[in-house]
Every structure is written in structure tokens, then in C-alpha cells.
Nanobody, 115 residues
Framework: QVQLVESGGGLVQPGGSLRLSCAAS????????MGWYRQAPGKQRELVAR???????DYADSVKGRFTIFRDNAKKTVNLQMNSLKPLDTAVYYC?????????WGQGTQVTVSS
């Protein structure tokens, strides 16, 4: 059974930084894509960033230049370094992976940017 466990959320002031981590288990072959999504209150879940096995990545326009996604294929982890955080980044952040054609989600971790 595939499981994704996130960590690293919390409360940070505007302009601050946080790093989110996600560890995948139950996967026995190469993961195709791993990513981070977020959902703010009253809004739909949206893509933040995703990264493929070869290391190529894409980002939402709203986070380009501030967030960096990186992965460790051997450890089956994906991380999201978030810098210059803004109040609009406040949301529940979800780790996701697509494995053998099925999308899996983590339980989510809250990120709150507030002074």
C-alpha cells in the first residue's frame, strides 16, 4: 500500500522560509512524478510544483523564483523549499505521487504565513 507522509509545516512570518518534506513508502519501482499541491480555505486544490524522475520540474507562476522542489529517488522523498513566503501562501499543502497510473495523496500539512 502506497503511503505519503508529509512534515515541516507551521507558522511563519511574511518573508520567512519553510521546508516541507514528504516520504513515500510501499513503492517498489521508479516513481514517475512527485509533487506538491495546496488548498486554501474556500479555494480549489492547485498545483504548486512537481518534479519528474530525471529532475525536470515545473512551478505555478505564483511561486516561481521563491519555491524550489527537489527529490531523492533512492530515498523516495520529495522536498519543497519555500522562501520569501507571503500571506497568500497560507494553505494546506499536500504531497502527491503518480505511481502505476494511480494518484496518491498525503494527509496534508498546514502552512500559515502571518505576522
Amino acid at each position: 500500500q502506497v503511503q505519503l507522509v508529509e512534515s515541516g509545516g507551521g507558522l511563519v512570518q511574511p518573508g520567512g522560509s519553510l521546508r516541507l518534506s514528504c516520504a513515500a513508502s510501499g513503492i517498489t519501482s521508479s516513481i514517475y512524478v512527485m509533487g506538491w499541491y495546496r488548498q486554501a480555505p474556500g479555494k480549489q486544490r492547485e498545483l504548486v510544483a512537481r518534479i519528474w524522475g530525471g529532475g525536470s520540474a515545473d512551478y505555478a507562476d505564483s511561486v516561481k523564483g521563491r519555491f524550489t522542489i527537489f527529490r531523492d529517488n533512492a530515498k523516495k522523498t520529495v522536498n519543497l523549499q519555500m522562501n520569501s513566503l507571503k500571506p497568500l501562501d497560507t494553505a494546506v499543502y499536500y504531497c502527491s505521487t503518480t505511481y502505476l497510473g494511480t494518484i496518491y495523496w498525503g494527509q496534508g500539512t498546514q502552512v500559515t504565513v502571518s505576522s
